[in-house]
């Protein structure tokens, strides 16, 4: 399950909240060369490494996706899709527009989650609040909205999220509703 | 939202359950020249009407589907649609196969489930449970169970009807789900 959305829309308060509900599933750990926020754990919430490494890792295709944004590389191992298949883990990818629509290309089994703010205004004071971002680097972050926002009929789900328990809630219905797909209950249906 | 799958699978108990939950959906009745079973209401259960008149209304245009299932017809009023969409609610139909791939054909708009027992043996059980089958009847049912597994992979989902609060809880995430199709939030988005 890929979920994608603009800088500040509360991607990660949404799959952290999510994986807390849902058992069944574990959270990729991308790798990025941009530097670790206060607070942030190597190998938790990313893996860091230098720009050097990452292209190494780039040319010895060691990525199933990756991207750059805002100036920083991403991008996601091979290693954690193969850990969450070997323990018949289901995973959530957050990611952006562009690594998504590389991740499409090869898997047809991806689910593919936009997050939207209640508005442009609102994802405005979000980032804002956040208080990280330079009022040059908002003004990009909004820009970049306009660029991802053409993405979005590529997504097989929208959800808003205005509240984060009903944001949480609907992206746990996709997942239970995906899970009801008939090709996923054929190949376990003992019946026939 | 149409729920179809075989004879004694329980469709009328999870339609039942998921109306009560879900405060959005409205039941489609259907009209019928079979006889009412004990307890069941004209105009709430099915409008039940005789085999003259329901052919008649099939010359009129008056069904948006209809179908031949055990010697009755079964059959959905145009009415039914016209006054859900006027309300603006979404409706749930309870259909075979047949009526589902006529609805299929006319509406792409249509969320199509198909309801499986745990297993050809449980079916054969709740059928027998019911008691209003004689041992020819019950036969015909499993047969014809054979015929719609057929268009399995004609529906958007599937649920196994195991356990009735499960089932319910997973309709309800398809529904959910739906809701959050791109085409149908961005409609309704006024942030951009």
Known sequence: ????????????????A?????????????????EPRKGEV????????????????VKRNEFVEWA?????????????LKNALEKGRDLVLEIDTQGAMQIKEKFKEGVFVFILPPSREELRKRILKRGTENPDSVKKRLE???????????????????????A??????????????????????KGE
Not at 149 to 156: A, L, N, S, T, W
């Open 1 to 16: 399950m890929v979920i994608s959305g603009p800088s500040g829309v509360g991607k990660g308060t949404l799959c952290k």
């Open 18 to 34: 999510l994986l807390e509900e849902v058992k069944d599933l574990s959270i990729s750990v991308s790798m990025t060369t941009r």
């Open 42 to 57: 190597d190998g938790k919430d990313y893996f860091f490494v230098s720009r050097e490494e990452f292209l190494e890792r």
């Open 68 to 80: 750059q944004v805002y100036g920083h590389y991403y991008g996601t191992p091979w290693s954690e």
């Open 144 to 166: 970049n909205f306009q660029e991802e926002f053409k993405y979005i009929f590529e997504y097989d789900y929208v959800v808003v999220n205005d509240s984060i328990p009903d």
């Open 168 to 189: 949480v809630e609907k992206i746990k219905s996709i997942y239970m509703a995906e899970k009801c797909r008939p090709h996923r209950i054929i190949k376990s249906w």
